[in-house]
T-cell receptor, first 110, second 115 residues
Framework: GENVEQHPSTLSVQEGDSAVIKCTYSDSASNYFPWYKQELGKRPQLIIDIRSNVGEKKDQRIAVTLNKTAKHFSLHITETQPEDSAVYFCAAGGYNKLIFGAGTRLAVHP | NAGVTQTPKFQVLKTGQSMTLQCAQD?????MYWYRQDPGMGLRLIYY???????DKGEVPNGYNVSRLNKREFSLRLESAAPSQTSVYFCASSESGTVGNQPQHFGDGTRLSIL
């Protein structure tokens, strides 16, 4: 069946460094790619999303890139801060399903 | 504006007991979803309701039933709880009837333990 692979599973960076999380998807019909941030014990919250007709999208320190040919997309966080520490989930969606990756635990050390 | 509200927040059950998880949204969304979250496995869709009056199975529906009571409310029922159903359950909603290509808004989750 369709799946989404997410790497790395854990990521540790120093405050101010950049962080990159990568996802690959298997369903070529996928056309919507959201990213969610989940702090410990909290709900997943949408931080950015991209659709298949766009190659890159930025929102302040966060950017997402999409390569439809290779079926992979990435989240880039620049100038990381301790409050960026959380679990990040990617997902790939089409008409009737949204498949989530297993998550990346990001730790930003002061 | 509360968004998506789930009750209860925590629950402990014994094997074989039944219970219903409640979810309500106040954003006038058409679609609602139930997910379970297990360590290292991300979010897996149990059931969804694309619009009032319809429900469909997701990736892991066995052992669960759902009811879309009205546009606001979508409940998840465990008829005979099993230890394998110990998980965190999230309800979500989205504006339109297409499941996979709209932003989904999540509730705070229900932490369910089955002994």
């Amino acid at each position: 069946g369709e799946n989404v692979e997410q790497h790395p599973s854990t990521l540790s960076v120093q405050e101010g460094d950049s962080a990159v999380i990568k996802c690959t998807y298997s369903d070529s019909a996928s056309n919507y790619f959201p990213w969610y941030k989940q702090e410990l014990g909290k709900r997943p919250q949408l931080i950015i999303d991209i659709r298949s007709n766009v190659g890159e999208k930025k929102d302040q320190r966060i950017a997402v890139t999409l390569n439809k040919t290779a079926k992979h997309f990435s989240l880039h966080i620049t100038e990381t801060q301790p409050e960026d520490s959380a679990v990040y989930f990617c997902a790939a969606g089409g008409y009737n399903k949204l498949i989530f990756g297993a998550g990346t635990r990001l730790a930003v050390h002061p | 504006n509360a968004g998506v509200t789930q009750t209860p927040k925590f629950q402990v059950l014994k094997t074989g007991q039944s219970m219903t998880l409640q979810c309500a949204q106040d954003m006038n969304h058409n679609s609602m979803y139930w997910y379970r979250q297990d360590p290292g496995m991300g979010l897996r869709l149990i059931y969804y309701s694309a619009s009032e009056g319809t429900t469909d199975k997701g990736e892991v529906p066995n052992g669960y039933n759902v009811s879309r009571l009205n546009k606001r409310e979508f409940s998840l029922r465990l008829e005979s709880a099993a230890p394998s159903q110990t998980s965190v359950y999230f309800c979500a909603s989205s504006e339109s009837g297409t499941v996979g290509n709209q932003p989904q808004h999540f509730g705070d989750g229900t932490r369910l333990s089955i002994l």
